[in-house]
């Protein structure tokens, strides 16, 4: 078994127990990416405030070439190239906002969230609270997480804790192709400011997606496999990691349950609190920095909500507490893999 | 009076032969803006003094002119961005004393039910998106609502106004490049009142200020921010130029800030003579130089000045007394407004 963490399978074929209603339309199997440029093209479609802007965005499609051939369908007035100046285009993006369109802003790694995080953080979060409720702000910051792409310290954190962190935002990380099309929908037309994180390593992933409308709710976490031995609550593409765990876990008796969050904020803590209360065992699985990280904060939702019901402290498994190495040889030991899963996974059931 | 039209002046940024000079009662009224907007400040001192007021305030006063001659050239409609020394901008753009005290007393009768106070009041039907704590961050918002204005071909213009300590944010160049390679209708309006808080702007400021926009192609006007008939005439020609689609201005106004950099700046001799402080209070009071222009004109004599003021002065006093005496927020609002 590899030690990289997208050894799961390159197609997402993951049930959704928890369940959106089934869709009469046809499923195909399509990838990450063409999922989030068909969600793009049917809001841009829909509603003519909605635009896209960001660096390389139009005509290259961005450099993950996701939003290829979007601005053949709505030109360079709804697909915007800007410079290369995330503070100045994520306040453009605020200001317009607030004064009537709802702008996807890309930021095309989330590692350069940390240049933008006044505007994010004190500005978009900020406004409908300040101005007691007058303004709101409908904006899309859509940027990536996910490391082991070789890309070394600046290109290949996870972020995410840091917007779930500030109130007024939300937060959207998918899994799955289904999930990035439905999960961006709902951001696009929700009334607040949503930080939408797509794993990098993930754009080539297949999965069965409806053509047309799908709207995912915020808030509503997904069963990605069934089990009643131990809990892996896991986000993004550590779902994969997850189930290739869940995988191994079965092969030696251990019925595993994978659950995805969905979304950061809001939370679905009921759903995460109940499969604990059923197992009686969780691990939290996530890319982003252990310390003081998403792992902590779902930690203590289950050790709270299921206290009585644990046979085992929750278990938390982050990115490791490094900058991100460069070389292959170091990269690969930061980020949970299916292995490191199982082998906690199993501790933790008292197999040893 | 209101015949009694300004005859063709040569002063820089006063009108040229062919624009429409301005009524000598639309003077008279910026007249009374300006001291309301002072009225208000020196209220707003008291509050502070007498432990009234929750906080701090950044007082406008000696600015009044920035505000009052540029806001006289926008429409309802138009936005405008402010700055931690806000309650001019939003007096000057039409907001009403009374909510605004409200707000600064934390009070839920507020412009903004109380929750964003001084620093971050907001008028949405006035066109005001807002003052904000964050040094430059007005700029963004402007470039971002002159954007939606265009992308929405909507005919509305935004201006931007920030003090000089806003050039030493990065994030200014950046919406000023866009705003210009994107020919975006705005109007940035630096006010330059000699200090970033406590250090002297020349100590923080490298080359002319009026060569950073130029550089970007935006077209530039220096004026003197003490006089608001040339504010208003410069003002209104750039906002012309915006609204015509022309791309972005930049309005350089030189003016000074009377009191402290906030209300609590008591002893300032660290940093600026009290000679200085005297010579522009005296010497280049905004109020001064309009109410003596109109008396020049024959426009206003003594006894109309005075019944301005009195009228300006009394609604100050009520708006106040409605502020202290308006009730604090129900505590269930605190985390009401997080989310839409
Ligand atoms: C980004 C940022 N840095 C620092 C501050 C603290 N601060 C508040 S006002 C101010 C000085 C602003 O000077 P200027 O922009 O010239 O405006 P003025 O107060 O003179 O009107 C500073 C440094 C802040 N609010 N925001």
New binding site residues.
């Given amino acids: 078994m590899s030690t990289h963490k997208t050894s799961a399978p390159a197609t997402a074929r993951v049930s959704r127990a928890n369940g959106e209603p089934v869709h009469n339309k046809a499923e195909r199997e399509i990838t990450m990416a063409q999922a989030v440029r068909e969600a793009l093209a049917e809001e841009m479609r829909r509603d003519p405030r909605v635009f896209i802007m960001g660096e390389d965005v139009a005509e290259a499609g961005t450099p993950f070439k996701v939003l290829l051939g979007l601005v053949d369908e709505f030109g360079t007035d709804r697909v915007i190239d800007t410079p290369i100046s995330e503070p100045g285009f994520c306040a453009i993006g605020v200001g317009a906002a607030m004064t009537g369109m709802r702008p996807v802003i890309d930021i095309m790694f989330g590692d350069f969230l940390t240049l933008t995080m006044?505007q994010i953080a004190n500005q978009a979060a900020k406004i409908r609270y300040m101005s007691g409720g007058k303004f709101k702000v409908p904006i899309v910051f859509r940027t990536t997480l996910g490391a082991t792409r070789r890309s070394a310290a600046q290109h290949s954190q996870s972020l995410h804790a840091w917007p779930s962190h500030v109130p007024g935002l939300k937060v959207a990380l998918p899994s799955t192709p289904y999930d990035a099309k439905g999960l961006l929908k709902t951001a696009i037309r929700d009334d607040n400011p949503v930080v939408y994180f797509e794993d990098k390593m993930n754009f080539q992933t297949k999965g069965l997606v409806p053509e047309g409308e799908i709207l995912i709710p915020f808030g509503v976490a997904d069963i990605k496999r069934s089990g009643t031995d131990i809990t892996l609550v896991a986000t993004s593409s550590m779902v994969y990691v997850a189930l290739g765990a869940a995988d191994k876990l079965k092969e030696i008796g251990i019925s595993a349950e994978v659950i995805d969050p969905r979304t950061l904020f809001p939370l679905d803590k009921q759903t995460l609190i109940d499969s604990a209360r059923k197992t009686s065992r969780a691990i939290i699985i996530d890319e982003g920095y252990e310390r003081y990280g998403v792992t902590g904060e779902l930690a203590s939702v289950i050790a709270d909500g299921a206290f009585y019901y644990l046979d085992a402290p929750v278990k938390r498994m982050g990115a490791m507490d490094v900058p991100i190495p460069f070389s292959p040889a170091l990269e690969d030991l930061t980020v949970p893999t299916a292995e490191t899963v199982f082998q906690a996974a199993k501790t933790l059931c008292g197999r040893s | 009076m209101a015949a009694n039209k300004e005859a063709s002046l040569s002063t820089s940024g006063l009108p040229g032969q062919a624009e429409s000079p301005v009524d000598m009662e639309e003077w008279l009224h910026m007249y009374r803006q300006m001291f309301r907007i002072r009225s208000f400040e020196e209220q707003v001192n008291q509050l502070y003094t007498k432990a009234i007021m929750p906080g701090l305030a950044?007082l406008y006063i000696g600015?009044e002119a920035i505000a009052v001659g540029v806001c006289e050239a926008l429409n309802k409609t138009d936005y405008i961005t402010s700055?931690?020394?806000g309650h001019g901008h939003c007096l000057a753009k039409g907001a009403s004393p009374d909510r605004m005290f409200a707000e600064l007393l934390g009070k839920d009768a507020g412009y903004c039910r109380g929750k964003g106070g001084s620093m971050h009041i907001a008028d949405q039907e006035g066109g005001n998106l807002g003052a904000n704590?964050?040094?430059?961050?007005g700029a963004g918002i402007a470039t971002g609502a002159a954007f939606s204005a265009k992308m929405r071909k909507s005919d509305q213009v935004a201006v931007s106004f920030?003090?000089?300590?806003?050039?030493?944010?990065g994030l200014l160049y950046e919406v000023m490049n866009m705003a210009s390679l994107w020919k975006l209708p705005i109007l940035y309006v630096c006010?330059?009142?000699?200090?970033?808080?406590y250090t002297p702007?020349k100590q923080t400021t490298a080359g002319e200020i009026s060569a950073r926009p130029a550089a970007f192609g935006i077209r530039v006007e220096e004026v003197d921010g003490q006089d608001v008939r040339t504010v208003h005439y410069t003002a209104r020609r750039l906002i012309e130029y915006a609204r015509a689609g022309h791309g972005p201005a930049f309005l350089l106004c030189n003016t000074y800030?009377y009191h402290g950099?906030?209300v609590g700046d008591i002893n300032r001799t660290y940093y600026r003579s009290k000679e200085e402080e005297l010579h522009w209070s005296t010497e280049r009071d905004p109020l001064k130089m309009l109410a003596t222009w109109l008396t020049e004109q024959g426009a206003a004599d003594d006894s109309i000045i005075n019944q301005i003021e009195k009228e300006a002065h009394a609604e100050i006093q009520a708006a106040v007394e409605f502020g202290i005496q308006a009730p604090y927020p129900d505590p269930k609002e605190v985390d009401e407004h997080v989310y839409a």
């Fill in positions: 006044d | 950044h600015e700055t931690h020394r704590a964050i040094v430059g961050a920030f003090g000089e300590g806003a050039l030493g944010q006010e330059n009142n000699l200090y970033n808080e702007y800030r950099h906030h």
